[in-house]
C-alpha cells in the first residue's frame, strides 16, 4: 500500500473506532472520537494487522496496553477497564471487518 492509501485505511478505521467504541465513565458515554483516542488505537491495529491476523487476544490485549489519565493524569486506567462489553464487542466486530478489508 502506499502511503495515501495507508493515511485512509488508518483514517476509516479511527472513524469507525471513534463513531462506534465509546468509554463508560460514571454512566456516561465518552465516545473514542471525543477523547481523541480514536486515531492512536487505529494506529496500532493496523500496526499489528500489518504483522498478521489479530486474534481476539491480541486486539484486547492493545486496549490493555493504552492508558487513559484521569483525575488531571493523577491516575491512568487501560482503556479495556473504561469500555463496556457492549463497546467491546463493536470493537471486536470493527477490528474484523478491518482486516477483511486489508486482505
Known amino acids: ?3 495515501p492509501e495507508v493515511t485512509r ?3 476509516r478505521l479511527a472513524a469507525e473506532l471513534g463513531d462506534r ?3 463508560d465513565i460514571a454512566r456516561w458515554h465518552l465516545y473514542l472520537r471525543d ?3 480514536d ?3 487505529a494506529q496500532r491495529i493496523y500496526e499489528q494487522v500489518q504483522k498478521g491476523p489479530l486474534r481476539e487476544e491480541q486486539a484486547l490485549a492493545l486496549l490493555r496496553e493504552i492508558p487513559v489519565e484521569i483525575g488531571g493524569g493523577r491516575r491512568q486506567i487501560p482503556l479495556l477497564d473504561l469500555v ?3 463497546g467491546q464487542l463493536a470493537y471486536m466486530d470493527i ?9
Open 95 to 103: 477490528v474484523e471487518e478491518f482486516q477483511k478489508r486489508q486482505a
Open 35 to 37: 477523547a481523541k483516542l
Open 9 to 11: 485505511a488508518i483514517e
Open 84 to 86: 463496556p462489553v457492549q
Open 21 to 23: 467504541v465509546y468509554m
Open 39 to 41: 486515531k492512536l488505537l
Open 1 to 3: 500500500m502506499s502511503d
